[in-house]
């Protein structure tokens, strides 16, 4: 079993949709990284969380460190959205090697 | 500003050639620096980690290794490339442990 688990693996919303894109772990983690895959390849980072909740324009990101589970939410999706979402972590100790799940492919059609 | 280059974006190589990756950081000094490797259809994994010149982490055995000649410079190396190299390279770096890593834009390397 991966120490890092994404669900979905993949997921097609259309336009205005609200996406919901999960992340559980099975580790003790100092910090939960969002990271956004463009089809390049490239990859960009959009949150890093240890506690509670961000939000950067239309994506939030939550953590429930007793749980060990987070969740990135897209709200009013866009085609521009569409790419891979991954979800890594910060295992305590590890000096910030990160521990990064599979990955979401998320298509968001018009 | 701080930015990451990383080079050549795309390389196809043949069996048992070498290679050399390069990753160069801007705008700060004495940075962590990663390189990263994700494997057709699967996640990324950590394959090396530097936290100062000179010094290099190995988080996998494998055919390759890395170095870090300078402050802001860090190569990933192989001196005969396998079929199973082939894949996508990211070189990362952040400014202290906890922080989040900023990422170059990644090497495609396919092994013939």
């Known amino acids: 079993k991966n120490e890092v688990e994404q669900s979905p693996q993949n997921l097609t919303a259309q336009e205005g949709e609200f996406i919901t894109i999960n992340c559980s772990y099975s580790?003790?983690?100092?910090?939960l990284h969002w990271l956004q895959q463009h089809p390049g390849g490239g990859i960009v980072s959009l949150f890093m969380l240890s506690s509670g909740k961000k939000k950067h324009g239309r994506l939030i990101a939550t953590i429930n460190i007793q749980e060990k589970h987070s969740s990135l939410h897209i709200t009013a999706s866009h085609p521009r959205d569409s790419a891979v979402y991954i979800c890594?972590?910060?295992?305590?100790?590890?000096?910030?090697?990160?521990?990064f799940g599979t990955g979401t492919r998320l298509q968001v059609t018009l | 500003s701080q930015t990451i280059h990383q080079w050549p974006a795309t390389l196809v190589q043949p069996v048992g050639s070498p290679l050399s990756l390069e990753c160069t950081v801007e705008g700060t000094s004495n940075p962590n620096l990663y390189w990263y490797r994700q494997a057709a259809g699967r996640g990324l994994q950590l394959l090396f980690y530097?936290?100062?010149?000179?010094?290099i982490s190995s988080e996998v055995p494998q055919n390759l290794s890395a170095s870090r000649p300078q402050d802001r410079q860090f190569i990933l190396s192989s001196k005969k490339l396998l079929l199973s190299d082939s894949g996508f390279y990211l070189c990362a770096w952040s400014q202290t442990d906890g922080e989040a890593q900023h990422f170059g834009d990644g090497t495609r390397l396919s092994i013939l």
């Open positions: 890594a972590v910060d295992v305590t100790g590890t000096a910030s090697k990160l521990t």
């Open positions: 580790v003790g983690i100092s910090a």
């Open positions: 530097s936290v100062g010149i000179g010094q």
